[in-house]
């Protein structure tokens, strides 16, 4: 029972690594798509 447990909970925290860099790769950010964020002009 212990071992199913240990099994499920790092199966599940690898699909949630695996989620993370997949969501990571399918949204460029600003910076690498040109974009200035967060940049004032100034006066």
Do not use: H, K, W, Y
Request: net charge positive; aromatic share 2%; glycine share 6%.
């Amino acid at each position: 029972m212990r071992t199913t447990f240990c099994i499920a909970l790092a199966s599940l925290l690898l699909l949630n690594v695996m989620a993370q860099n997949a969501r990571e790769a399918a949204r460029p950010r600003a910076r690498d798509i040109g974009l200035r964020v967060g940049v004032l002009p100034a006066g």
